[in-house]
């Protein structure tokens, strides 16, 4: 199997090996990520897994003029500048970004059965690049390809450019997901890639309108992945409208378009808000430790609590996760609770017969209304119409998505940004995806990195002002590009 280099021309590679990608995952495909695992499940009662989500942008601030300054990550300029805000903690992130590497051998070589799940951005990965920051990539590579520690460390996939699913055009959170899937290759080894069957979208953001939902979730099945990280209240029951009755148990998220075509994928529940205090104390051990077995298709199986968070950012994830994280491993370890990572735990109920038809059905949140008013396969316009039918029957009807804070729109009052956005991917789509050119090219990849970083959520996240003109000055920089190279 030959390897992919992580940079060609002095540009990250993020396209140009999409058939060696989708081989290598096809052929990896009904084997085990985790064959040797130690937990005997069938004794434990109950199980917890934790993911840690890692990320800083990329913007155009190494100068003083923002029109010609270079793309550096955000956190190089914390470090270039330690007297703004709260970039003096930039040096804490630095370690934080390595550490699990550290972690997971010391626990491991104590005897005890670590767990963790990771999810690095594309945008993040390769700004740590830039910065030569390789002892970053030292570490994880040790858990991530070294077996004696690997089975202890699942990671999770997700758009390159961290890019919420909702309000992204779908051609490019497509582009995202198999860029992330170039970058991560080119760094850990394809054999690595194959091993990635969890995704996790950023904001935890789901798209709920029934055209982008399907095309979201068709992504992720079309790309190889075997399940998706959602928040508990961005889903419900098809015939109620509520939200999951038990949340401890994986679904099967399935999603369906106006001409009545349908995609699903396992659902994974991340249970309660973005609150990073849950991970880095240790919450969702301590809650699982008050569960017990329960039915799923016709047999018991241990309940598992999921969550995730920030692995940088806030004060409890740089200095109360370290120690929390190191006590629960001692505690837990050979214990009717243990930690698990979740294909792990998908691949015991696997070997039980359960399959993924045999899981309850969830969709996203919001869509029961459209399906009360609407039949599958009526079409985009009668869709059109019962959904503005529906919103003014109802302020409070809303095709936005959800995510973990729903007191954020990432649509409404980013006119500036999303505007922008949208032209270059319309751009992008004349230019390049319509002409079908070659994605192993360098202008490809240059103006690919410009699209994809331009959507990052960042820039609509912290509202108006700085962010939004990063955003846009990225957005113009892609125009350029389109203009003159193609």
């Known amino acids: 199997m030959s390897e992919l280099l992580e940079y060609i021309d002095d540009m990250v590679n993020l396209s140009g090996f999409e058939a060696e990608i989708e081989q290598t995952i096809k052929d990896h495909r009904d084997q085990p990520v985790f064959p ?39 956190l190089k300029y914390m470090m270039d500048n330690p007297h703004l805000e709260d970039n003096h903690n930039a040096s804490v992130f630095h370690w934080c970004y ?29 700004g740590l690049r830039q910065m030569g920051l390789d002892d970053v990539f030292d570490n994880l590579k040790t858990i991530t390809c070294n077996p004696h520690y690997r089975r202890h460390v699942e990671w999770l996939g997700c758009p390159w450019g961290h890019a919420v699913a909702p309000s992204t055009p779908v051609q490019d959170y497509r582009l995202h997901v198999k860029a992330w899937q170039h970058h991560f290759a080119a760094i850990f080894g394809l054999e690595a890639l194959s091993r990635v069957r969890g995704f996790s979208p950023a904001e935890m953001a789901l798209p709920n309108h029934p055209e982008v939902a399907y095309e979201f979730v ?18 419900e029951q098809p015939m109620t409208g509520q939200g999951p009755a038990v949340k401890h148990l994986p679904h099967r998220l399935v999603c369906t378009n106006s001409k009545g075509e349908t995609a699903s994928i396992i659902a994974v529940i991340k249970t309660q808000g973005s609150d990073t205090k849950l991970v880095a104390q240790m919450q969702p051990y301590y809650e699982a430790k008050g569960l017990s077995r329960v ?31 190191f006590e629960a491993m001692h505690e837990c370890a050979g214990t009717a609770t243990p930690a698990v990572n979740v ?38 316009k009668k869709l059109a119409t019962v ?3 529906l919103k003014q029957q109802d302020s409070r009807f809303h095709l936005e998505g959800g995510s973990w804070t729903n007191n954020i729109s990432w649509v409404n009052n980013y006119d500036n940004v999303l505007g ?10 004349q230019k390049v995806l319509s002409q079908k050119l070659p994605t192993n090219e360098y202008r490809y990849r240059n103006v690919l990195l410009h699209l994809l970083a331009s959507q990052t959520s960042c820039y609509r996240y912290w509202g108006q002002g700085l962010w939004t003109d990063y955003g846009q000055e990225i957005c113009r920089r892609a125009h350029d590009i389109l203009t003159y190279d193609f």
Request: net charge negative.
């Open 387 to 389: 959904i503005e039918q």
């Open 343 to 380: 294909t792990e735990y998908l691949e015991y109920l696997f070997k039980l017969g359960i399959r993924e038809t045999d899981l309850p059905v969830l969709q996203p949140i919001g869509q029961k209304p459209i399906w009360d008013n609407f039949k599958p396969g009526e079409g985009p």
């Open 420 to 429: 922008a956005m949208e032209q270059i991917s319309s751009l992008f789509y």
């Open 36 to 74: 040797d695992s130690d937990i005997d499940f069938g004794r434990i009662q109950s199980a917890f897994a934790i993911a840690l989500h890692m990320h800083q942008p990329l913007i155009p601030a190494g100068g003083s003029n923002l029109a010609t300054a270079a793309l550096i990550s955000n």
């Open 98 to 126: 390595k550490r699990m590497g550290e972690f997971i051998p010391q626990l491991v070589d104590g005897g005890k059965q670590p767990r963790v799940m990771l999810e690095y951005s594309g945008v993040l990965l390769h």
């Open 295 to 325: 039915k799923l298709a016709g047999k018991e199986v241990p309940s598992l609590v999921t969550q995730i968070a920030d692995g940088e950012n806030g004060g409890v994830m740089m200095n109360e996760f370290p120690g929390k994280y």
């Open 218 to 235: 068709k992504t992720l099945v079309d790309c190889g992945y075997q399940w998706v990280l959602v928040q508990e209240h961005t889903v």
